[in-house]
T-cell receptor
Framework: EAQVTQNPRYLITVTGKKLTVTCSQNMNHEYMSWYRQDPGLGLRQIYYSMNVEVTDKGDVPEGYKVSRKEKRNFPLILESPSPNQTSLYFC?????????FGPGTRLTVT | ELKVEQNPLFLSMQEGKNYTIYCNYSTTSDRLYWYRQDPGKSLESLFVLLSNGAVKQEGRLMASLDTKARLSTLHITAAVHDLSATYFCAVDRDDKIIFGKGTRLHILP
């Protein structure tokens, strides 16, 4: 089954404790992206990747890092999480035109 | 800077009625997307519009694109309760994707 998976689905952590949210797709897509969704703000793109070893900043990259060492994986790294990074995070991958979203990761930073 | 505005942000309507959601964007784009999100769920792709005059339809939903006016519309025909959800448009320019804030659609039986 074609899918985008994210782990963990839920995470509560404390300020400053490094964390990684994993994202994996099994559709051999070159393009992958991370978004955060906040009430009243819609989705905002954090980073995207056109292919292995190619990443670019989206609209709200501050406080986040990504890497793309393999085509299928695109982890999101928060080196020192802060409470304003409490949000719902979505990973997505895209073929030519259609973007497929993962199930989401709800992150709370206290 | 690419900006995307959706109107209205909230819409409550009766079953059987027609209505339109508008999506305006500020600069040229490569693709325009429409998505549906149910409460607590992920996003589901509805339509991708690529060129001026493009029109796509799926069931009671029809999306169109006017690149000259930088406007896309999502038209709902004879609404049914199952269409209650939040609808997002998103614009892709040079692979950077900007979303509108979403239209929360509530259809009353």
């Amino acid at each position: 089954e074609a899918q985008v998976t994210q782990n963990p689905r839920y995470l509560i952590t404390v300020t400053g404790k490094k964390l990684t949210v994993t994202c994996s797709q099994n559709m051999n897509h070159e393009y992958m992206s991370w978004y955060r969704q906040d009430p009243g703000l819609g989705l905002r793109q954090i980073y995207y990747s056109m292919n292995v070893e190619v990443t670019d900043k989206g609209d709200v990259p501050e406080g986040y890092k990504v890497s793309r060492k393999e085509k299928r994986n695109f982890p999101l790294i928060l080196e020192s999480p802060s409470p304003n990074q409490t949000s719902l995070y979505f990973c997505a991958s895209r073929d030519l035109d259609v973007q497929y979203f993962g199930p989401g990761t709800r992150l709370t930073v206290t | 800077e690419l900006k995307v505005e959706q109107n209205p942000l909230f819409l409550s309507m009766q079953e059987g009625k027609n209505y339109t959601i508008y999506c305006n964007y500020s600069t040229t784009s490569d693709r325009l997307y429409w998505y549906r999100q149910d409460p607590g769920k992920s996003l589901e792709s509805l339509f991708v519009l690529l060129s001026n005059g493009a029109v796509k339809q799926e069931g009671r939903l029809m999306a169109s694109l006017d690149t000259k006016a930088r406007l896309s519309t999502l038209h709902i025909t004879a609404a049914v309760h199952d269409l209650s959800a939040t609808y997002f448009c998103a614009v892709d320019r040079d692979d950077k994707i900007i979303f509108g804030k979403g239209t929360r659609l509530h259809i009353l039986p």
